[in-house]
Structures are given as structure tokens and as C-alpha cells.
């Protein structure tokens, strides 16, 4: 502001200001560790020097369809043209070797003594154009088969055979290709942050999940399992140490009944890993949180999958989901632009071995919650009451019809005195 007011020289002000970054220590983030799981739920593996590829051509129809759309149309172009043209190559070969493509030939064909084995195949475009319309049974009526040659009728029996296990397979991958299971997925959501509060009287960690689709998912599950890099006393080094942690469920299951987005619950106890941590040390953490949802679609009864996971930035410690179902004229109503919102609450900021060892905590911090609830109540209730004062005295101010005429009151005595109603 100085500088813009040209009291001092902004080339002052700027140097001044480079000087101070400079002298400020720079803090380096951490690097970021790469998760295991992206949150759209896509494995984050690339495998490498892989020598026996010869594994993937003995499953080929799983090859297929797991090649991308661009690959996929690319080889069930090639395998179609390649075809027709190995037939056509086949069909010209047999049509020379009776002498079909003779010229003096041509007018013999009118006469009952010479039968061609195709009619009207007098070059290799002809015999790729009769190749097309055997294997994809077109016939416009100009080239047909005769009994004249046997080796012609086997050609055909061949090609209509490989024409049928090539309809098959391709479009057996492209159907299954459309039809993945985890397309179902991809309107199972989950929420962008997950939270760390108190339920029942213990932390929990918690999350949000939902179905934006009206068809259910049934039998749907919810697994959650801690991914984290870890050394055994013997000193070898686990790179991805997979720990499954119980999911909280009243019906003592892992299965939910997804109608409407549902709020899962981890309860952090003894055989949680997150048993020994504390609000400080979670952003010190290197662990990722998997969750696995399974559930069986209804309308087409094939299992899917969503996946998505939480490190530890992700996870906010002391909040909690706002509710988002609400009933409206006997309809429950989901308001989804709130799925991921969350409110600060009280929460101790211990691990949850701290807070079974000492309960008096949780009530110190409840009453500290409470107490800092009271305060901001008075001081919204004081700012209310300072705004509405001062509200009546402008509107005085400006409206002279509301201030009190002056009323003279006469004594006995017959002297005036002044006074304000």
C-alpha cells in the first residue's frame, strides 16, 4: 500500500520482500508415497520383465478382452479381412487349377460339356468378392458353387466353419467387453475424505458410501484392509503388508443393504492397526486404507467390484459426516451434493490406547466441547442483541418522525420545567 501510494519505491518494496523470503527456512514437503489403490479404484501396478509371455496367448479370449477398445476393434478388423482374404487366395487357386481363368475357356462355358467349380470367378477380385459372400452368407446371384469340384465343396465347408468360430469369439469379447463388471462400479461411490470421530463413546473410523442407481446391489459386502510397509523382527522387508480390520455391523456380518448411502464404521480397538495412533501421528503415517465393496447386480446377476482407499491426508481427525437423507411428503430424499460435507466435533486428539487406559479424557474433552459451545452461544446472543440496538438507533437517526417531542409541564407556582417522555 505504501508502495502504491509512492512513498516508497516499489523496486524498494520488492527487493525488501525477496530479501525476506530468502532469510525464511524453507520446509520441504514429504515426498508422497504412491498408493497401492488410485481412488477411482485402478491398481497402481506395473509388472515388468515378464519372460513367459507365452501364458497370455493360452488364455487368449481373457487376453482379448482385457486389450483396450482401440485394440480390440483393430484385431476383429484384421481377423475378419484376413480371413476373406485366405479364402480368396484358396478360391483362385482352385479355380486356376481346373482352368476357370482360361480365355478359351469362356466360350466353352456356354456349351453342356465344360462346368466351372464357381461361376463367374475370373479373378482374384471375384474370387475375394465370392469369399466375402460365402463366409458372411451374402448371395446377389451372380457366383455360385457347382458339383463339378470336390476340392471347391470342401473349401466351402471349411470356410463357413472358420466363419463361425470367428463370429464367436469376436463377438463373444466385444459383448463381454460391454458387459464388464466393473462398469456397474463406476455408480458406486464413496466419499473423498475419511473421518476419525467419536461413536459410542470410541474412535472410529468412518466413511461414506452410496448407489446412484435405483437397481440394488445384492448381498453387498464391505472389506477393508490396511496396506502398509512393515519389517519383521527377522529384518526382512514387507513392501505391501496386507491387514484385513473388522467393519462394525449390528447384524454381525459384513453385509449391508445398500438403498441408500450408508456410513461405515471402523471401530479402532485392540486389533485395529490404528489402535497406537494419534491425531498427530496419523500425518506421519505411511499406511493406506483399502475399501472393497462386492455385491452381486440385480439385473444382470454378474459380481462387481469398487474399489477406492484413503492415506492419511485424507483422513480427518474430529469430524463427522452431515446427515443427507432427509423425508419429504413420505418420500426419503438424498441430497448427494452433500455426500462428502463434514462438521468439526469434539474429539480427544489421543490414539485410542490412551483413551481406554485414561476414560477421563473423553469427558474432559466433552465438557471442554461444551463449554466452548456455551461461550459461542453468549457471544452470538450479545452480537444479536449490540446489532438490534444499534439497528433502533440508526433508524432513529434517519427517521425524525420517531424521535420524542419535548413535553413543558407547568408547576403551581407558574414556572416551566422540560422533561423527555
Not at 466360350?107 to 466351372?116: E, I, R, V, Y
Not at 492397526?273 to 472393497?292: F, G, M, N, T
Not at 492415506?311 to 437423507?325: Q, S, T, Y
Request: with cysteine; aromatic share 8%.
Amino acid at each position: 500500500m505504501l508502495a502504491r501510494k509512492s512513498i516508497i519505491p516499489e523496486e524498494y518494496v520488492l527487493a525488501r520482500i525477496a530479501a525476506e523470503n530468502l532469510r525464511k527456512p524453507r520446509i520441504r514437503d514429504r515426498p508422497r508415497k504412491a498408493r497401492f489403490i488410485a481412488k477411482n479404484g485402478a491398481c497402481n501396478l506395473a509388472h515388468k520383465n515378464i519372460r513367459e509371455q507365452g501364458r497370455f496367448l493360452q488364455d487368449i479370449f481373457t487376453t482379448l478382452v482385457d486389450l483396450k477398445w482401440r485394440h480390440t476393434l483393430v484385431i476383429f478388423t484384421m481377423s475378419f479381412l484376413c480371413s476373406w482374404l485366405l479364402f480368396a487366395m484358396m478360391w483362385w487357386l482352385v479355380a486356376f487349377a481346373h482352368g476357370d481363368m482360361d480365355p478359351s475357356t469362356e466360350n466353352a462355358t456356354n456349351s453342356t460339356k465344360w462346368t466351372p467349380c464357381v461361376t463367374c470367378v475370373r479373378s482374384f477380385t471375384s474370387a475375394f468378392l465370392f469369399s466375402i459372400e460365402v463366409q458372411v452368407t451374402i448371395g446377389f446371384g451372380g457366383r455360385m458353387m457347382t458339383e463339378e469340384c470336390p476340392l471347391a465343396i470342401t473349401v466351402l465347408i471349411l470356410q463357413n466353419i472358420v466363419g463361425l468360430i470367428i463370429n464367436a469369439v469376436m463377438l463373444g469379447c466385444i459383448f463381454m467387453k460391454t458387459a464388464q463388471a466393473h462398469r456397474r462400479a463406476e455408480t458406486l461411490i464413496f466419499s473423498r475424505q475419511a473421518v476419525i470421530a467419536v461413536r459410542n463413546g470410541k474412535l472410529c473410523f468412518m466413511f461414506r458410501v452410496g448407489d446412484l442407481r435405483k437397481s440394488m446391489i445384492i448381498s453387498a459386502s464391505v472389506r477393508i484392509q490396511v496396506v502398509r510397509k512393515t519389517t519383521t523382527p527377522e529384518g526382512e522387508v514387507i513392501p505391501i503388508h496386507q491387514v484385513d480390520i473388522p467393519v462394525d455391523n449390528p447384524i454381525e456380518s459384513n453385509n449391508i443393504f445398500l438403498v441408500a448411502p450408508l456410513i461405515i464404521c471402523h471401530v479402532i480397538d485392540k486389533r485395529s492397526p490404528l489402535y497406537d495412533i494419534s491425531a498427530a501421528d496419523l500425518a506421519l503415517q505411511d499406511l493406506e486404507l483399502i475399501v472393497i465393496l462386492e455385491g452381486v447386480v440385480e439385473t444382470t446377476g454378474i459380481t462387481t467390484q469398487a474399489r477406492t482407499s484413503y492415506i492419511a491426508e485424507e483422513i480427518l481427525w474430529g469430524h463427522r459426516f452431515v446427515p443427507i437423507v432427509t423425508e419429504e411428503e413420505g418420500v426419503y430424499a438424498v441430497d448427494y451434493s452433500k455426500f462428502g460435507n463434514t462438521v468439526k466435533v469434539a474429539a480427544p486428539r489421543c490414539s485410542a490406547r490412551e483413551l481406554d487406559e485414561k476414560p477421563s479424557i473423553l469427558i474432559q474433552t466433552l465438557q471442554k466441547s461444551e463449554l466452548s459451545h456455551q461461550n459461542s452461544l453468549r457471544k452470538r446472543n450479545s452480537m444479536r442483541r449490540n446489532n438490534s440496538i444499534r439497528r433502533s438507533n440508526s433508524m432513529r437517526r434517519t427517521n425524525p418522525s420517531l424521535i420524542v417531542p419535548k413535553v413543558q409541564f407547568i408547576t403551581p407556582e407558574g414556572s416551566q420545567s422540560a422533561s423527555e417522555t
